[in-house]
């Protein structure tokens, strides 16, 4: 089963808060993402970017409240880009990115939002599984995308098609 998830977006917390959060959310990424790709999760990113949305989702046990998975898009007008979805490594395989995903698709069509668009490194097999499985299409491939050998596969889910 599912494990129940809270979803919250950084914007709603005061400074101090959101800026814990974040550090916690470097943490993965560092793990995660090789050092050029890896986001600067830093107070810019809270205090400076308005269109840049930073969401993250929690697991409560106990009085323990623990980050598990986050989530980076940037509204342009009727499209969002969807630059990063991360589960951390002990959370994987249990539904949690794709309940991060449909909370995202729902969010940006109750906002008006028209599409999705991403960039995927054709080697992240699980990442490509879940954008197909969430609905989005492969729509171009750039050999050399993101370093030399490395394809980068851009995928779009049409949100007013699939309402
Ligand atoms: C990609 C990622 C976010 C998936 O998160 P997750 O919580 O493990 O995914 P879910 O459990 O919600 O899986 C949903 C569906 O995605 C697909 N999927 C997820 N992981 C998969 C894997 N390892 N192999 C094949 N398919 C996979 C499956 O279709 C799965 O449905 P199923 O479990 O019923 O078969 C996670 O693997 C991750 O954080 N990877 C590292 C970061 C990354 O590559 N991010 C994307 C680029 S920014």
């Not at 698709?105 to 879940?130: F, H, M, N, T, Y």
Request: net charge positive; aromatic share 8%.
């Amino acid at each position: 089963m599912s494990p129940t998830l809270t979803i919250t977006d950084i914007h709603s917390k005061k400074r101090n808060e959101a800026l814990e959060i974040l550090a916690q959310i470097s943490r993965v990424e560092k793990k995660t993402f090789p050092t050029n790709e890896a986001f600067g999760f830093g107070e810019d990113l809270w205090r400076k970017k308005p269109n840049t949305r930073v969401l993250y989702a929690t697991q409560t046990e106990g009085a323990r409240s623990d980050l598990i998975a986050y989530a980076v898009y940037v509204r342009q007008k009727g499209v969002a880009l969807l630059h990063k979805v991360c589960v951390s490594p002990s959370h994987r395989r249990q539904g949690v990115g794709q309940q991060l995903m449909s909370y995202i698709q729902q969010r940006l069509r109750k906002e008006g939002c028209q599409s999705i668009q991403l960039w995927v490194d054709q080697a992240r097999e699980p990442a490509r599984a879940l954008y197909l499985r969430c609905g989005f299409e492969e729509r171009e491939q750039i050999p050399d995308y993101y370093a030399p050998g490395r394809t980068g596969i851009r995928m779009v889910l049409d949100l007013e098609r699939d309402g």
